[in-house]
């Protein structure tokens, strides 16, 4: 029996790696924006989930993100990472944007308990922004699947076996990488900065 122009175009669309998914949603193809979600809707709305902490609002966030993914498709490039970090960095913008919506604010004040914030000096604000761009720096050095493990941990907030399962690697492997990446952010970290007997942190 012959199969329909449709079932043939799916199945193609199917063969396709992420990146070359990525590619065709840069030319406006509507069927790799369907495989996109079926490859990564798991993955995104697991992100989104752990920033708003609430199903709906979730799926929402979701939704906004895939739109995000079409509108944005131009922005991906290969050479900074694998299409999962990349999508998990969507949903996780998407998901502050929201959070930080006047509603959801509202609603958090209700159900939070008051609990006294610890002020931050000028001095800690200013060692977090210097950290913060040494990381950055430091993951930005690491072999593309060092980096994807990483990422997804950081942005999609993933467990090594969720990872595992995102990546369709083994457990083991996804555990070696992640050792291997955090060994050399930590060395990075030591390099840049050093502790004096002061004990406070001195920049090289």
């Given at each position: 029996m012959a199969r329909s122009g449709r079932d043939a175009d799916d199945d193609a669309v199917r063969d396709l790696s992420d990146t070359e998914l990525v590619h065709r949603l840069q030319v406006?193809?509507?069927?790799?924006?369907?495989?996109?979600y079926r490859r990564f809707a798991?993955?995104?709305?697991?992100?989104?989930?752990?920033?708003?902490?609430?199903?709906?609002?979730?799926?929402?966030?979701?939704?906004?993100?895939f739109l995000n993914c079409w509108n944005r498709a131009d922005s991906y490039r290969p050479a900074a990472g694998n299409v999962a970090p990349w999508l998990a960095r969507i949903a996780r913008n998407r998901a502050i944007d929201v959070t930080r919506g006047k509603q959801h604010q509202a609603r958090l004040r209700e159900q939070a308990p008051l609990?006294?914030?610890?002020?931050?000096?000028?001095?800690?604000?200013?060692?977090?922004?210097?950290?913060?761009?040494?990381?950055?720096?430091?993951?930005?050095?690491?072999?593309?699947?060092?980096?994807?493990?990483?990422?997804?941990?950081?942005f999609g907030g993933l467990s090594q076996s969720e990872i595992a399962t995102q990546l369709n690697q083994p457990l083991g492997t996804v555990k070696s990488r992640t050792r291997t990446a955090m060994e050399h952010l930590r060395n990075r970290l030591h390099s840049t900065f050093r502790a004096p007997s002061s004990g406070?942190?001195?920049?090289e």
């Open positions: 406006g193809d509507e069927q790799a924006l369907v495989e996109l798991g993955l995104v709305y697991s992100v989104a989930f752990r920033v708003v902490h609430d199903h709906a609002l979730a799926e929402e966030v979701m939704q906004d993100a609990v006294p914030l610890r002020s931050m000096s000028a001095g800690d604000h200013s060692d977090a922004i210097a950290v913060g761009s040494t990381l950055s720096e430091a993951v930005a050095e690491l072999p593309d699947n060092q980096r994807t493990v990483i990422e997804l941990a950081y406070v942190a001195e920049y």
